[in-house]
């Protein structure tokens, strides 16, 4: 019998399988973020967007999300 090596993405899908079935979802999550290296300066790139705004403006945006949903 003639197996077919498996994609990049099948290994993918059935490595998350793997994980959810031993782990749980909640401990596939964290295992996975365990790989997650992000990058940059978290801090100094929420000054950059965070001191641009003020309640007033977040509210509005909130409001105005609400109102784009409906």
């Given at each position: ?12 899908q059935a490595g998350i399988r793997a ?14 973020q365990q790989f ?35």
């Amino acid at each position: 019998m003639d197996e077919q090596p498996m994609t990049l993405d099948q290994i993918r899908q059935a490595g998350i399988r793997a994980l959810i079935r031993e782990l749980g979802t909640a401990g596939m999550i964290k295992f996975m973020q365990q790989f997650e290296l992000g990058s940059g300066d978290y801090t100094k790139e929420r000054h950059q967007w965070l001191d641009t705004q003020n309640v007033q403006t977040i509210a509005e945006r909130i409001q105005q999300r609400r109102e784009d949903k409906s």
